[in-house]
């Protein structure tokens, strides 16, 4: 494991603290929110600390996820749906947004170097979404995933392999192995709800949310927490690992 990967979940084990880190969407199909909800909370945690909560209290998943569903439904929702609700809620918590397409690996590694997680969204096939489920459940939970696993032929059955289907995670860090994502599918799936990927090529048409903010937004008494927070977070930290 390397010293990166553990600053970067020292960094989501401190946005966690006091919530569940997994939430489980059930069977509704609202993974998108608890995809921006979340991510949300980490963002908003990397601004509001210490006593500067009194004034500006950080928003928490369950308010977050609350709010979004009652203003935007529970239903299903597009790639530009997600950036059109950000482009309404993400100002009311001093944070923006940006997306990619196509960006090279290096370039999200810079991201999450910052300690900022990526909400991910992509396709699979009905076979591919099959080999996915399969692996993550009862296979490896805490393996790695790569694409002739997600690719390899299930006798017996027949696919619709021309219908894909969307799903949106966290993208939270990476190591030696791959990239590691958070779902939102309960403590079961995975490696307590989470998940390692070889590489992002495994999927098709991933599409990422970096959710952050600019200093110029903070109103003075948050950019001073920021600045002292921050600062004391990455002491600790070289305190506890290096």
């Given at each position: 494991?390397?010293?990166?990967?553990?600053?970067?979940?020292?960094?989501?084990?401190?946005?966690?603290?006091?919530?569940?880190?997994?939430?489980?969407?059930?069977?509704?199909?609202?993974?998108?929110?608890?995809?921006?909800?979340?991510?949300?909370?980490?963002?908003?945690?990397?601004?509001?600390?210490?006593?500067?909560?009194?004034?500006?209290?950080?928003?928490?998943?369950?308010?977050?996820?609350?709010?979004?569903?009652?203003?935007?439904g529970s239903t299903g929702k597009t790639n530009s749906e997600m950036t059109s609700i950000l482009s309404h809620i993400l100002p009311r918590y001093f944070l923006?947004?940006?997306?990619?397409?196509?960006?090279?690996?290096?370039?999200?590694?810079?991201?999450?170097?910052?300690?900022?997680?990526?909400?991910?969204?992509?396709?699979?096939?009905?076979?591919?979404?099959?080999?996915?489920?399969?692996?993550?459940?009862?296979?490896?939970?805490?393996?790695?995933?790569?694409?002739?696993?997600?690719?390899?032929?299930?006798?017996?059955?027949?696919?619709?392999?021309?219908?894909?289907?969307?799903?949106?995670?966290?993208?939270?860090?990476?190591?030696?192995?791959?990239?590691?994502?958070?779902?939102?599918?309960?403590?079961?799936?995975?490696?307590?709800?989470?998940?390692?990927?070889?590489?992002?090529?495994?999927?098709?048409?991933?599409?990422?949310?970096?959710?952050?903010?600019?200093?110029?937004?903070?109103?003075?008494?948050?950019?001073?927490?920021?600045?002292?927070?921050?600062?004391?977070?990455?002491?600790?930290?070289?305190?506890?690992?290096?």
């Amino acid at each position: 494991m390397t010293i990166l990967f553990y600053y970067i979940n020292y960094c989501i084990n401190i946005y966690n603290k006091g919530h569940s880190i997994n939430e489980n969407q059930q069977n509704l199909p609202t993974c998108w929110c608890h995809s921006l909800a979340k991510a949300i909370e980490y963002s908003s945690h990397r601004i509001y600390r210490g006593e500067y909560l009194k004034i500006y209290p950080y928003p928490t998943f369950n308010e977050l996820k609350n709010l979004i569903l009652k203003e935007y439904g529970s239903t299903g929702k597009t790639n530009s749906e997600m950036t059109s609700i950000l482009s309404h809620i993400l100002p009311r918590y001093f944070l923006r947004y940006s997306t990619y397409k196509g960006i090279p690996e290096h370039k999200i590694k810079t991201i999450l170097i910052k300690g900022r997680p990526l909400v991910f969204t992509y396709d699979l096939s009905e076979k591919q979404w099959e080999n996915f489920k399969t692996f993550f459940f009862y296979e490896n939970k805490t393996g790695t995933l790569t694409k002739e696993i997600i690719n390899r032929d299930i006798p017996g059955k027949n696919f619709n392999n021309k219908k894909y289907l969307g799903h949106a995670v966290i993208l939270i860090g990476y190591n030696e192995n791959g990239f590691v994502f958070l779902n939102s599918w309960g403590d079961d799936f995975g490696d307590n709800g989470k998940f390692t990927v070889k590489s992002i090529d495994v999927f098709d048409s991933p599409f990422f949310i970096d959710i952050f903010f600019e200093e110029s937004d903070l109103p003075l008494s948050l950019r001073n927490a920021w600045y002292k927070y921050s600062k004391e977070n990455e002491e600790q930290f070289r305190d506890d690992y290096l």
